[in-house]
T-cell receptor, first 115, second 112 residues
Framework: DAKTTQPTSMDCAEGRAANLPCNHS???????VYWYRQIHSQGPQYIIH???NNETNEMASLIITEDRKSSTLILPHATLRDTAVYYC????????????????FGQGTILTVHP | DGGITQSPKYLFRKEGQNVTLSCEQN?????MYWYRQDPGQGLRLIYY???????QKGDIAEGYSVSREKKESFPLTVTSAQKNPTAFYLC???????????FGSGTRLTVV
């Protein structure tokens, strides 16, 4: 699986958009980009994933560059409860084309949302 | 409500003792995973299982053992061979036609 690079920490004002970048320059054509977040002392929570098109759900938007070498997770209106560690993960399909493939977590980005 | 349950939340053991961490899911997920997290670090994969009665080693399997006798259950045993067992242990599950993992709330193991 491709390695990802994220900033160690970021700050965001409450109510503003939080834009979390991720570099994955060695991504291959069949690898997806996933985002998870982990609030202190809890299990990680799935946020969103994408292959090459931009994606949006009720939690966030994912913007993937045309060359797929980087992506940005956007929290449109950050709240204090969005303070967490955000993990960007690149993963291919598992054996037999399933989505079982292992997730490899790096250090992530510590996002702090302040009043 | 469906979910994944880890118990206990906090566990204390004496050095040299084996300890088993429980992970149960009622999501009908085929795959289950165990991760370890040390303070300030990301998650590292210990073992995973894609189907009942089958499991594979992850990146840091030494000193751990698992079983998968039922689809719903994937217990992790931390043996005395694990040199630094004190950590936060997370269990997760997933289904083939969806991409997201569901994580439990974790067990914090302290060995004294």
């Amino acid at each position: 699986d491709a390695k990802t690079t994220q900033p160690t920490s970021m700050d965001c004002a409450e109510g503003r958009a939080a834009n979390l970048p991720c570099n994955h320059s060695t991504i291959s054509g069949n690898e997806y980009v996933y985002w998870y977040r982990q609030i202190h002392s809890q299990g990680p929570q799935y946020i969103i994933h994408g292959l090459k098109n931009n994606e949006t759900n009720e939690m966030a938007s994912l913007i993937i560059t045309e060359d797929r070498k980087s992506s940005t997770l956007i929290l449109p209106h950050a709240t204090l409860r969005d303070t967490a560690v955000y993990y960007c993960i690149v993963r291919g399909r598992g054996a037999g084309g399933t989505s079982y493939g292992k997730l490899t977590f790096g250090q992530g980005t510590i996002l702090t949302v302040h009043p | 409500d469906g979910g994944i349950t880890q118990s206990p939340k906090y566990l204390f053991r004496k050095e040299g003792q084996n300890v088993t961490l429980s992970c149960e899911q009622n999501l009908n997920h085929d795959a289950m995973y165990w991760y370890r997290q040390d303070p300030g670090q990301g998650l590292r994969l210990i073992y995973y299982s894609q189907i009942v009665n089958d499991f594979q080693k992850g990146d840091i399997a030494e000193g751990y053992s698992v079983s998968r006798e039922k689809k719903e259950s994937f217990p992790l045993t931390v043996t005395s061979a694990q040199k630094n067992p004190t950590a936060f242990y997370l269990c997760a599950s997933s289904i083939a036609d969806r991409h997201g993992y569901t994580f439990g709330s974790g067990t914090r193991l302290t060995v004294v």
